[in-house]
């Protein structure tokens, strides 16, 4: 679809495997349109070659490094085992390293997904890929369904085994209407702590973390204010504020209409799909996680208690769950 579009560069070696390294694909603005491009940015773990690639996609408001620790435990086991495995963490435009869009009205899933075949074209022609996974966390899941869900979409392969966190074809509105009420009203602060302790007030039911967790977690959702600002500490949230402009223009009849598209979408999913949900979600909620075991691709549920929306991946048991699936 977009590999014409890609500016494909060699694939790097000469890093350890159990660190990440930073990389760009070029895609376009427009979906199938040549115009203008844009950059993004990925986190590459473990063998650049390697056959297996398993691509870890984030949520809303986060970025490619909420991954390290799942990606740097993947990677150290499948050393251990002789496995060739790369891990990819992109920052989905207009977050983390990745360029802001010109027109706010690309931020949505359909612009994502077409970006996450420039990303896998791209890592095609540096490596072939043979076995391709998926972890999509909120957001990240929906693009996950997008693509899975697509009969003709050009993946390099078909996707062998989906994990879907914390996500499903049914978003609850009132969860949708609490994210809405912060997304994209960034503050500057005046150092790192001062930054985690807002996320905290807005991302407690991520779950129990350690402050040394979380103080990690947040280490990447910052970013100086300008050069001037970077002298002096002052700090702010990584994304484009307009990354709200198409949120804030869903009302409850419009998420309706598109819940019936995501239903469809899911029941042509044929990836073995693992389903993580917090066991306090307020997005994902019981029922539909129950209907997404019945239906599709007919889910395997894990429930994760003291957790709402949505686990992180770091705690050891969610860890375990998602690496005995893959790696299985």
């Known amino acids: 679809m977009c590999s014409f579009l890609c500016i494909i560069p060699p694939a790097c070696t000469d890093f350890p495997m159990n660190e990440p390294r930073l990389n760009f694909v070029s895609c376009p603005d427009a979906p199938g349109g040549a115009a203008s491009t844009h950059q993004m940015a990925y986190w590459q773990w473990g063998d650049a070659a390697g056959g297996h690639v398993v691509l870890c996609v ?33 920052d989905v435009v207009g977050r983390g390293q990745s360029d802001w869009l010109k027109d706010p009205a690309g931020y949505q899933i359909s612009f994502y997904a077409a970006d996450m075949l420039c990303l896998l074209a791209q890592l095609h022609a540096q490596a ?29 392969q078909p996707v062998r085994k989906l994990v879907l966190n914390d996500v499903g074809p049914t978003l609850e509105w009132s969860a949708l209407q609490r994210i809405g009420a912060y997304l994209g009203k960034s503050g500057v602060f005046d150092n790192l702590q001062q930054a985690a302790d807002a996320m905290w007030a807005i991302s407690s039911s991520f779950g129990p973390h350690t402050p040394e967790q979380w103080l990690a977690l947040c280490s990447h959702m910052v970013k100086p204010v300008d050069a001037l600002a970077a002298a002096y500490g002052k ?9 709200a402009h198409a949120f804030g223009l869903a009302n409850e009849a419009s998420t309706l209409e598109s819940q019936a598209i995501l239903w469809q979408l899911y029941e042509q999913i044929k990836a073995d799909t693992l389903l993580l949900r917090g066991a306090q979600s307020d997005l994902l909620s019981s029922r539909t996680a129950q209907d997404m075991q019945q ?9 994760f208690a003291g957790v709402g929306h949505a686990p992180t991946l770091i705690a050891s048991d969610q860890l375990a769950v998602v690496i005995d699936f893959l790696l299985s």
């Open 295 to 303: 239906r599709g691709p007919h889910a395997r549920l894990v429930e």
């Open 128 to 156: 072939p890929v043979r076995t391709l996974d998926w972890v999509g966390t909120s957001m990240g899941g929906l693009i996950g369904m997008a693509l899975c869900g697509h009969a003709q979409a050009p993946l390099p």
């Open 235 to 243: 700090l702010r949230l990584h994304y484009d504020p307009a990354i």
């Open 58 to 90: 984030h949520g809303l408001s986060r970025q490619g490094r909420d991954f390290d620790t799942l990606a740097r435990t993947l990677c150290d086991r499948s050393q251990a085992a002789g496995l060739p495995l790369r891990v990819v963490c992109p």
